[in-house]
């Protein structure tokens, strides 16, 4: 339900296999097809969040095991049919991209039918398993991220730079099911944890599209990086939200629900974010522009120990 970021294809740079093949193999088998039409890897992150915002509402009181298991069964399953579903309406897209081009539907080894069952069937246990075993909210969280990211997120990447704002949105729900999903109620708590996501993919993806610009402009991706030769923009973009995160990272002190530890910390970090998008900006070069990618990478654990630790039942 989160996006991937592309390789960067400069010569200087380390030769990554395409996705859908480990390295060395150019032929990969049902077991690897399947691994890449689900996103297994990047999915993972699905998950952990998913993980957290069920620790944060469960601590302070006991932790419902099964519950947690039983939410993270039906969110990964949804988060695997939905990249399905994605791979589907990407087809001619990800056929124009060296690191695409093998996945299994582009390079014909999938039937288009066999990877839409794949999808309607894993999204649809998803939610109905969440529905039955832990609870309607986090059923309907879940079928909305999906939605989202199937019907609005994938064909609106074709036609408006917009996508990234709307990509966020379902990025950031899965500690909000997590959240529900522990039995707490959707409040400030819940909302922090989702605009906490929100901003931060805002300048991690700005990063990579900049990086990744001339592939993405060929494929025909619509882009905030299409055009920006200077990285100016993008870098400008970048600097802006991660400075709404700094801001955004006091609620929590307002609101009352995490302590000084975090109100400290928490502004610091996206500050710091800031700091390496300002000097991409200025300079536009790529070794910035992947300091910034990689600091984005480092912020979001520390961060989310941090707020593990200053969190307040």
């Known amino acids: ?85 994605n791979q589907l309406m990407e087809v001619d897209l990800d056929a124009r991209m060296r690191r695409t081009a093998n996945r299994p539907l ?8 066999v990877a839409f069952g794949i999808g309607w069937l894993l999204s649809a246990a998803g939610i109905i398993h969440l529905a039955v075993k832990v609870g309607h909210l986090a059923a309907y969280l879940t079928a909305a991220t999906v939605a989202i990211y199937v019907f609005v997120y994938t064909p ?44 931060w993919q805002l300048p991690h993806f700005v990063a990579i599209s900049w990086l990744c610009r001339e592939e993405y402009e060929e494929a025909g991706y619509q882009m905030w990086s299409n055009g920006d030769l200077t990285g ?17 990272s006091l609620l929590p002190a307002w609101i009352g629900f995490a302590n000084l530890l975090w109100t400290i910390i928490g502004p610091l970090l996206a500050l710091i974010m800031a700091a390496f998008a300002l000097r991409f900006s200025r300079d ?30």
């Open 106 to 113: 582009p390079s014909r080894r999938m039937d288009p039918l």
């Open 156 to 199: 609106l990447k074709r036609f408006s730079s917009t996508n990234t704002l709307v990509g966020a949105i379902p990025g950031a729900i899965p500690p909000m099911i997590g959240w529900v999903g522990a039995g707490a109620a959707l409040g400030w708590e819940a909302a922090f944890l989702f605009g906490l996501l929100f901003f």
């Open 1 to 85: 339900m989160v996006r991937a970021p592309m390789e960067d294809r400069e010569k200087a740079e380390p030769v990554v296999a395409p996705e859908g093949t480990e390295p060395g193999m150019e032929n990969p088998g049902l077991r690897q097809d399947l691994f890449v039409l689900m996103k297994v890897r990047l999915n993972f992150f699905v998950l952990v969040t998913t993980f957290f915002g069920f620790l944060l509402a469960s601590k302070g009181g006991s932790m419902d095991w099964m519950k947690l298991i039983h939410t993270l069964i039906g969110t990964m399953a949804a988060a695997f049919g939905s990249a399905a579903f």
């Open 284 to 313: 536009g070069e790529r070794t910035s522009a992947r300091k910034l990618f990689f600091f984005t990478l480092l912020y979001l654990p520390i961060a989310l120990v941090v707020l593990l630790v200053a969190w307040r039942n």
């Open 232 to 248: 100016r923009r993008s870098g400008v973009l970048s600097v802006i939200f991660s400075i709404g995160l700094a801001g955004f």
